[in-house]
């Protein structure tokens, strides 16, 4: 009997020992997704570059020098990735305080929150995906359709968002590895 | 004790039901995915547009009429969009199988379909975005960056872009159920 009792405590000790390192897990995980949005938002937010270019209008006359500017709200896409990371980020953020708040996670609200999880990952990955093919463009420009590239004029403007983009995507994989977290978490429940 | 026995065996039954009822709506789901994805990848791989535009090369002489095609393979964003699906859809029948011939679903391999599912969710949505960020330049154009509209050209291309564009999100949205699914299998476990 009192083996059985050891055995039994010795049991609950683990299973809580257990609990707690996947908390604190989670705890790093949305802290990192919240830093990692935040940041993916406000550098892609801040992005703008000024410059002159010189247009040949006639060939006769001598080129005009044209001031031109990149800001990430010309692009529907960058405008989507920005909102896409600024809701993640919010939710992360109130999701952190939920979770210190209800320690235990049980009943139907960790369902809940492993559910907006997943929404929030689908639109990350779609507003990278979106960023993603819009930068390539930029790079590379495409000759099929006659889109030339803009990246050798707007250096800086391209290489702040590639960097968002980077950033974004350690963030949608942040929200990944919460939900394969939360999924360890149930199936050892 | 007879009638504790029978609230058991009552129990037993009702898990039972729900576990069948779970089974048959993820079969479901994951038919859905598979036709969905199949659908979604053919529809864009056989896409293909050839017209005759007139273009004006001098003023003085009239205008040379040349040929133009657009093809799925023009543009690194549906050549994803093409292979994102595919992988999707092979992932789903494998997955069908699966779980046809190990309808228990016990053990690490549950959570290893989960994962999986995650990841292919992933994959879909970025695809996805990718995808739409073009299907809205080719209809749209962006004067910022002087990239015309295609689709006003290739009207039937784009139409048919767009309906894959569209079956596609919808099998990413059946994967995004079956992860809903198992998190609430997993937590009325």
């Not at 989507?80 to 993640?88: G, K, P, S, W």
């Not at 968002?161 to 590895?177: M, P, T």
């Amino acid at each position: 009997m009192n083996r059985n009792g050891g055995n039994e405590l010795g049991g609950k000790e683990v299973k809580v020992a257990n609990k707690r390192r996947i908390g604190a897990c989670e705890s790093v995980l949305r802290i990192l997704a919240l830093v990692l949005t935040l940041s993916a938002a406000v550098i892609l937010g801040v992005d703008k570059q000024n410059k002159v270019v010189p247009v040949q209008v006639l060939e006769t006359l001598p080129p005009i020098s044209v001031p031109v500017s990149a800001k990430w709200h010309y692009l529907s896409a960058f405008v989507y990735f920005v909102v896409a990371n600024a809701i993640a980020c919010l939710y992360a953020a109130l999701s952190l305080v939920f979770l210190l708040a209800n320690r235990e996670g049980k009943g139907i609200t960790g369902l809940v929150v492993v559910v907006v999880d997943v929404v929030m990952m689908a639109l990350l990955f779609s507003s990278n995906g979106a960023a993603a093919a819009i930068g390539v463009l930029g790079f590379k420009g495409n000759s099929h359709v006659q889109w030339e590239k803009v990246c050798n004029v707007f250096d800086k403007f391209c290489d702040q968002a590639a960097a968002a983009l980077v950033v974004s995507l350690l963030g949608a994989i942040a929200f990944l590895l919460l939900i394969v977290l939360a999924a360890k978490r149930l199936h050892n429940k």
